[in-house]
Structure formats: C-alpha cells, structure tokens
T-cell receptor, first 115, second 111 residues
C-alpha cells in the first residue's frame, strides 16, 4: 500500500547515457513533483505537474524532461547524463491547486550515480 | 521570492533532553509552513504544518512548532528526544505554487 513509489531505488550509469526514473502515486492526488537533493542535502524543486499539465519548471537543463501519462504517474527522463547529475531524486505528490498549501507526500528517492 | 533559513547545520542532544530546531522564513504574505523529517536513506515525512489559526501546532512523534510572525520564525520543539529521532530535519515554506526548503539540520542523539 505504498503511497508514492519510485523505480529504481539506485541507478548507476556512465556519462553520456540516457536514463529514466519512474514515479507512481496511489493517493488520488492531482499534482506531482520532482525534486533534486544534492550531496549537501539541499532539496530543490525541478518540476511540478497538475492534472498532467506542467505548472512549475525551474531552471533545469533541457536534458531533463518530465512526462506525465496520467495524473498518477510522473516520469523523469534524463539525456546525456553528466557527473553533476549525481544526486538523489525525489518524487512527491499533493492534492489541490495552490501547491504551496497542500502537504506533499514524498517517495523513497532514487540515488543516481554518474561515473 | 520566499526563502528559508535553518541556522543550525548540526545539533547534538542527549537522549531524553529537550530539543529546539530553528527556522526563519522570508515571505511577503502569510506563509504556509512545514517541517519534514528525513531518516537516513529514506524519503521525507511530514511532521507538522501551519496554515492559519492557533500558532502552536502539534505534529506526529511528539513534535510541536510555534509560528511567530513578529520574528518570522517557525521553530520545532520536542520535550524529550528519543534515539529514533536522529535524522535530518527540513523546514519549508509554501507559496506561489511551490515549496521552498531550508538547508536542513542534522540531529544526532547521544546516549
């Protein structure tokens, strides 16, 4: 009965490769997010989708492309991976518009290591 | 733009002692405020939130936080910590469709 799940949990790959991280939530929420947590634990939002529509797109390289096939899923595809992409990526979801108010539920994270 | 400052990078307390983690925010209007906890290797779990009303809010695991508008603060407290409270704690402010997190405070518990 996991609320927000991510796959894979660990991802080790070489520079230049393309990889995807998948996220699914079974909470019935209509908004989903991707966050990046760097090695110093700093957590920063990357994208937010509401009902499959992109509503937040922070300053993220074009190599990162989110895709939301339905409101329960938000995947993150990364092209031409670089060393600096190594981080933990968290998916989250919340309910309702005004996402600053809605409490967000986080997945367990995907640790991406680029070698 | 909103911002959050957690001035303490690392705090060490003895088991059974009281705890206060500091959080200061910057935002032009009344913010929505949150505390999250991240155990090692885990995702973030919501401890408590403040939207409006009573400025002292209760959360899970015996935590509470007090919103002080005059000080732009939302400090987290617990009267008696347990070894299982060792984790990273994040304060966040919600505004303009997104959450902005502080840099976190790492809590270490000593026996």
């Amino acid at each position: 009965d996991t609320a927000v799940s991510q796959t894979p949990k660990y991802l080790v790959t070489q520079m230049g490769n393309d990889k995807s991280i998948k996220c699914e939530q079974n909470l019935g929420h209509d908004t989903m997010y991707w966050y990046k947590q760097d090695s110093k634990k700093f957590l920063k939002i990357m994208f937010s989708y509401n009902n499959k529509e992109l509503i937040i797109n922070e300053t993220v390289p074009n190599r990162f492309s989110p895709k939301s096939p339905d409101k329960a899923h938000l995947n993150l595809h990364i092209n031409s991976l670089e060393l600096g992409d190594s981080a933990v990526y968290f998916c989250a979801s919340s309910q309702g518009s005004g996402q600053g108010k809605g409490e967000q539920y986080f997945g367990p994270g995907t640790r991406l290591t680029v070698t | 733009a909103q911002s959050v400052t957690q001035p303490d990078i690392h705090i060490t307390v003895s088991e059974g002692a009281s705890l206060e983690l500091r959080c200061n925010y910057s935002y032009g209007a009344t913010p929505y405020l949150f505390w999250y906890v991240q155990s090692p290797g885990q995702g973030l779990q919501l401890l408590l939130k403040y939207f409006s009303g009573d400025t002292l809010v209760q959360g899970i695991k015996g935590f509470e936080a007090e919103f002080k508008r005059s000080q732009s603060s939302f400090n987290l407290r617990k009267p008696s910590v347990h070894w299982s409270d060792a984790a990273e704690y994040f304060c966040a402010v919600g505004a303009r469709e997104k959450l902005t997190f502080g840099t976190g405070t790492r809590l270490t518990i000593i026996p």
